[in-house]
């Protein structure tokens, strides 16, 4: 199959970009398992396993498209008059319909819009290279942009900040904040590393006993957590969007209760480092990911729509921030 990813960003990403890095171990996984796979992404995108076209961003998308490609894979809400699918990544609180060929991110990302079409996001392990699931853990770790109220840092400092002895790395964020000022607190106990990526992003998580990660939204999926679950780390959240889904019992602790959060992040060195490595290993690679999005290139292929009607938001929710309390 000849298949045309489409995305406005350069890539490879050079820091964090969530979206970015789906979209490239998607193309990854499908020229692994056969497929001829085409970039149309920014200037400057470089790619050793797809052939790359760049995107003009003052031309529409449907004259960019090649014609040698058998269906094409959208990342943001488009149609065209031949095999496609757009991946909706993020979040909607309005009732304007998507596209009937458009796919979710999760379960429960799927069913806020009507819809049970969804693929997991998977990653490439092997990038993120070894693991070190035997040495001692320092510290806790909070992943995601921190400067988005909704991720809720402040909750994750106030746990540690409660907790004699721990410590928290804030990777998404810094503690000077030009509109905020010093970020929430001066404490020892706390340390900002910014937006981080790579190697350097690797070795944090190598090391963190557990993600903290009491979002205040309804989290599409959560890169932070199958990250953090591949280098053994524990997630302690609350329960919320997709974090159900993927947070199961046995690597992870749920609750919109910071008391029994604290709890549970007090009792980290409980949960199995290697059931924690190994469940994101098998439920959450670039391969599965791959044959999940094959199974509906198929369908849009054989002239099949992925809905009978166009999804869309039930109702529009009306709390900013899920309770925390």
Not at 101 to 110: E, G, K, L, Q
Request: with cysteine.
């Amino acid at each position: 199959m000849k298949i045309l990813l489409v995305l406005h960003s350069v890539l490879p990403c050079k820091t964090y970009g969530g979206t970015q890095r789906v979209v490239w171990y998607l193309a990854k996984g499908l020229a692994t398992l056969g497929h001829e796979v085409g970039l149309l992404a920014g200037k400057g995108t470089q790619c050793p396993f797809a052939k790359v076209h760049e995107i003009n961003p003052e031309l529409d998308l449907d004259r960019q498209i090649p014609e040698e490609y058998d269906v094409v894979h959208f990342n943001i809400p488009y149609e065209i008059d031949r095999p496609h699918l757009n991946t909706f990544h993020g979040d909607r609180n309005n009732t304007a319909p998507f596209p009937k060929n458009t796919v979710f991110i999760s379960a429960y990302h799927a069913g806020q819009f009507d819809s049970d079409t969804y693929v997991y996001n998977g990653l490439d392990f092997e990038d993120y290279g070894p693991v070190s699931l035997n040495e001692k853990k320092n510290y806790f770790h909070f992943l995601g942009k921190a400067a988005w109220r909704k991720k809720n840092v402040k909750g994750a400092i106030s746990l540690i900040n409660s907790i004699p002895g721990a410590r928290l790395k804030v990777l998404g964020g810094s503690r000077l904040n030009f509109k905020m000022g010093f970020r929430l607190t001066l404490s020892p106990k706390i340390h900002f590393h910014g937006m981080v990526g790579g190697e350097e992003k690797n070795q944090l998580l190598r090391y963190s006993k557990g993600l903290v990660f009491p979002v205040r939204w309804h989290e599409p999926f959560g890169l932070a957590i199958t990250e953090s679950l591949y280098f053994g780390a524990p997630v302690f959240g609350t329960p919320y969007g997709s974090l159900p889904e993927l947070v199961k019992e046995e690597v992870g602790f749920l609750s919109a209760n910071p008391i029994e959060v604290k709890a549970a992040i007090q009792n980290a060195d409980a949960y199995n480092r290697q059931l924690c490595h190994e469940y994101a290993q098998d439920c959450f690679n670039h391969i599965s990911m791959a044959r999940g999005y094959l199974k509906l290139y198929e369908k849009v292929l054989a002239g099949e729509n992925l809905h009978g009607h166009n999804p869309k938001r039930a109702s529009i929710l009306k709390e900013k921030f899920l309770p925390w309390e």
